[in-house]
Structure formats: C-alpha cells, structure tokens
C-alpha cells in the first residue's frame, strides 16, 4: 500500500502545468433573444480550442449575470465573474484593460445601415451630408461606446436598453437606430416579425473606424497570450476569414453597399496603436 502511495505521489509531480482546467467566462446577452455577439463566441471558443496542445483543456461560458456594455467593463475592472470582454476601443479601454489588437468582424462594425420607422423613409431620403445627419436623432444602448462618438459627431443620441431600442425605434421617438452590418438582419429576423412599422433603411450607409477588440484584465497575461496565439494560428490557417464568411457574407450582400449614400464620420477617440495600416486585417467593401 506504501509503495502505491509513493508512485501516486511521484506521479503528481509531473503532472502538466494545465492540471486546473482554466475557466474561461464572457458577460451573457442582455436579452434571451439577442444574436449580436455569437460570432465572438465562435471565434473565443475556436482561439481556445487550437491551444489546448500549448495550455491545456478549459471550460468556456457565459456569466450568471446579463450584463450590458458598460456593465460588463466595471466588471472586468473590478470583479471576478468574468475574464475576457468584446467592446470597441479607446484611450480609456487600452488604458485599463488589455486589449488583443486583431479586430474581430474586420472592422466591419463600423459601417452602419439602420433600422427607423418605415414613414421616415421620405425624410432619410433628404439626407445627403453630415450636416444633413445632425438634422436627426439616433438612437443607441445605455453604456455603448458609439454614443460617444456620435455626440462628438455632433448628432443627438437617445439611449435606452438593448430590448427598447426596436420597439423605440418603430414608434419614432428616434429617427434612426444604426447597426453593424452583420448584426441588422439577424435582428430584423427576430424582431421585425413583431413590430409590423420596424424596417431596415433603404439608403443610408453610415462609416467610423470601428475597431473591435477582445479585451482582458490588465494583469491576466495568460489568457491574453492564449487567445492571441490561437487567432494567429486562426488566421494562418484560414479558419478566421471562415468564421467572418459565414456570420456575414449573407449581410453584406443585403446590405447593397455600393447603391447607398454614403456618410463618413470622425472617430477622434482611436488610439495610436490602432493597426490600420495593416490591409490584411480589415473589411474591404471594394472586394465585395
């Protein structure tokens, strides 16, 4: 019996260094029925996968909690529910937090088409400038990095929850609620059926630099370091751009970029570590 206790003994000295399996927590959706971030989900989850050769096996969920946006970052900060977030950048947010500078959709966040009441169409159609778009109101989520920008665009900005923004956004007390093109179909899928005035605007294309990161506590070096080597490995071999294809190939199409007006706005809140002269990573309409 000794001579067993003593083998099992010198066997846990060498057991590898990924004996604890790492847990790896994002912020669960703020509404049952929101699809906005299962492509972020996918691209984590596949990071994580094509490391467990290098650190170990782990175990990926969603936070107990529903959080939004500003929500999610507080928590990061100060809490211990979750490890990893997905949100735009800025000065603040690469101060704070660690962020992955691979953005995540290519940038394709920023080039917004919007839902708005189908009597606005008419006067959407008469926007032709920037100056034009400050004559509307817009309409975004509590604690959403964009409410910033538009305001420094000098365009009135009404936030309320996730959920309300549709319903809001039927009823005209906004004129416009502009999405990423990869989320807007997606949502007029699941809320369009139930809101019969709710369309998709037929001729407006809104842009900003826009990149989104996955971003870490500033100490967790680990982590980052895992899911930085996966989506290089990801984008090595093909399985990124795949990953882009599927969740937005479909919208893009939709989305008829080269028929819209476009309008283009500044995003004076971009760091200087912003890799955008790296073509490789970033959404080019003129190869659609």
Not at 135 to 152: A, E, F, N, P, S
Request: with cysteine; charged share 25%; net charge positive.
């Amino acid at each position: 019996m000794l001579k067993y206790l003593v083998i099992l003994l010198w066997l846990s000295c060498f057991q590898p260094a990924w004996a604890e399996m790492l847990k790896v927590t994002y912020p669960a959706n703020e509404s049952a029925n929101d699809p906005r971030f299962n492509d972020l989900i996918e691209i984590l989850q596949t990071a994580l996968d094509k490391t467990v050769a290098e650190y170990g096996p782990y175990q990926l969920g969603p936070s107990a909690m529903a959080m939004n946006e500003a929500r999610y970052l507080m928590e990061l900060r100060e809490g211990n529910s979750i490890n990893v977030i997905w949100s735009s950048t800025s000065f603040e947010k690469e101060r704070d937090y660690l962020p992955l500078r691979i953005p995540l959709r290519k940038g394709l966040l920023g080039y917004r088409i919007a839902f708005t009441a189908a009597i606005n169409q008419a006067k959407i159609d008469k926007v032709k400038t920037i100056d034009d778009l400050r004559k509307l109101t817009i309409g975004q989520g509590t604690g959403w990095g964009d409410v910033r920008l538009y305001q420094d665009n000098g365009i009135d900005v009404i936030t309320t929850k996730y959920e309300n923004l549709f319903r809001m956004s039927e009823q005209k007390r906004f004129d416009l609620f502009p999405r990423g093109i990869g989320e807007i179909f997606n949502e007029f899928d699941v809320f369009g059926k139930q809101m019969p005035n709710l369309v998709v605007e037929k001729n407006l294309l809104l842009y900003y630099p826009w990149p989104y990161y996955f971003f870490f506590k500033k100490t967790d070096h680990a982590l980052y370091d895992r899911v930085a080597l996966g989506i290089q490995k990801m984008r090595a071999d093909g399985s990124f751009d795949a990953i882009f294809r599927k969740y937005n190939d479909k919208a893009i199409r939709a989305a008829r970029l080269k028929e819209r007006r476009l309008i283009r706005l500044e995003n004076r809140f971009l760091p200087k570590d912003t890799p955008l002269q790296d073509a490789s990573l970033w959404f080019d309409p003129a190869k659609y």
